[in-house]
C-alpha cells in the first residue's frame, strides 16, 4: 500500500506549511491538491491521499491552521494554503495543466472556493459542508474558472437539497464543464451509505481522468 509522508515546506519567500503526501509507485500522471476536514488531516484524509497516489497522482494535503467553523477559516487562508501547495507540485515536476484539488466535507467547500479563484485542470467537491456558507457558495459557483464536480448527499435534509439544486443551477451558468451528483440516501460525509460512497470515489477518478490528460 502507498505510504504517506509529512514535512515541512518552505517557499522562496519565506512562506512555510506542513504537507502530508504520497507518490505513486510508477509514472506520476499529474498533481492533486486534497482538501482536508474541519477535523484536520485526520486518518481518514492519508488514506485518501494514498488512494488517490495508488491511481498515479503526486497528492498532497496542506495543513490549514484555522479549520472549522470556530476557528474562523476564511476564503484567503484555503487560497494561501492551495497556492504553495500547488507551488510545492509544480516543484515536483508536474506540468500547471495537470493540476487538480479535491475536497471532502469541509474541505468540498473549499475545493469550490479555490474552482473559482484559480485555473485548474479539475476540481472536485465531495459532500461539502454549508453551501451557503464559506462564504456563500452558490453566489461564487457562477464563477467558477475550473472544470468542477459536486458529489453532495442529502439524506434527511430537505433544505440542504434544495441548496444544492441552486449550486447546480449557479455553476452551469459558469463558462467551464460542471456536474452535480446528489445521493439522497447519503449524508454529507458519505459514510451512512457504503455504495454511494464507492460511486462517488469511481466518479471521482473518472472527473480526474477526462480532465488532467
Given at each position: 500500500?502507498?505510504?504517506?509522508?509529512?514535512?515541512?515546506?518552505?517557499?522562496?519567500?519565506?512562506?512555510?506549511?506542513?504537507l502530508?503526501?504520497?507518490?505513486p509507485?510508477?509514472?506520476?500522471?499529474?498533481?492533486?491538491?486534497?482538501?482536508?476536514?474541519?477535523?484536520?488531516?485526520?486518518?481518514?484524509?492519508?488514506?485518501?491521499?494514498?488512494?488517490?497516489?495508488?491511481?498515479?497522482?503526486?497528492?498532497?494535503?496542506?495543513?490549514?491552521?484555522?479549520?472549522?467553523e470556530?476557528?474562523?477559516?476564511?476564503?484567503?487562508?484555503?487560497?494561501?494554503?492551495t497556492?504553495s501547495?500547488?507551488?510545492?507540485?509544480?516543484?515536483?515536476?508536474?506540468?500547471?495543466d495537470?493540476?487538480?484539488?479535491?475536497?471532502?466535507?469541509?474541505?468540498?467547500?473549499?475545493?469550490?472556493?479555490?474552482?473559482?479563484?484559480?485555473?485548474?485542470?479539475a476540481?472536485?467537491?465531495?459532500?461539502?459542508?454549508?453551501v451557503s456558507?464559506?462564504?456563500?457558495?452558490?453566489?461564487?459557483?457562477?464563477?467558477?474558472?475550473?472544470?468542477?464536480?459536486?458529489?453532495?448527499?442529502?439524506?434527511?435534509?430537505?433544505?440542504?437539497?434544495?441548496?444544492?439544486?441552486?449550486?447546480?443551477?449557479?455553476?452551469?451558468?459558469?463558462?467551464?464543464?460542471?456536474n452535480?451528483?446528489?445521493?439522497?440516501?447519503?449524508?454529507?460525509?458519505?459514510?451512512?451509505?457504503?455504495?454511494?460512497a464507492?460511486?462517488?470515489?469511481?466518479?471521482?477518478?473518472?472527473?480526474?481522468?477526462?480532465?488532467?490528460?
Open positions: 500500500m502507498t505510504l504517506t509522508r509529512t514535512d515541512d515546506y518552505t517557499r522562496a519567500d519565506g512562506r512555510s506549511l506542513r502530508t503526501f504520497a507518490e509507485d510508477g509514472s506520476i500522471r499529474g498533481g492533486l491538491v486534497v482538501l482536508h476536514e474541519g477535523e484536520g488531516v485526520t486518518d481518514g484524509v492519508r488514506l485518501l491521499v494514498a488512494g488517490l497516489a495508488g491511481e498515479g497522482w503526486l497528492t498532497v494535503a496542506p495543513h490549514i491552521e484555522g479549520v472549522g470556530d476557528h474562523g477559516l476564511t476564503q484567503q487562508d484555503v487560497l494561501d494554503a497556492d501547495t500547488l507551488a510545492w507540485l509544480v516543484e515536483h515536476g508536474v506540468q500547471a495537470l493540476l487538480g484539488v479535491v475536497g471532502f466535507d469541509l474541505g468540498g467547500s473549499a475545493a469550490l472556493v479555490v474552482a473559482s479563484h484559480r485555473k485548474l485542470g476540481a472536485v467537491s465531495v459532500g461539502g459542508q454549508g456558507e464559506l462564504p456563500a457558495l452558490v453566489e461564487i459557483a457562477g464563477k467558477l474558472t475550473s472544470p468542477w464536480l459536486g458529489i453532495y448527499g442529502d439524506a434527511g435534509d430537505e433544505s440542504g437539497a434544495l441548496d444544492v439544486e441552486r449550486l447546480r443551477d449557479a455553476a452551469a451558468s459558469a463558462g467551464v464543464v460542471t452535480v451528483v446528489r445521493y439522497p440516501g447519503a449524508n454529507h460525509r458519505f459514510d451512512a451509505d457504503p455504495g454511494a464507492a460511486e462517488a470515489w469511481q466518479r471521482t477518478l473518472n472527473w480526474f481522468d477526462a480532465h488532467l490528460r
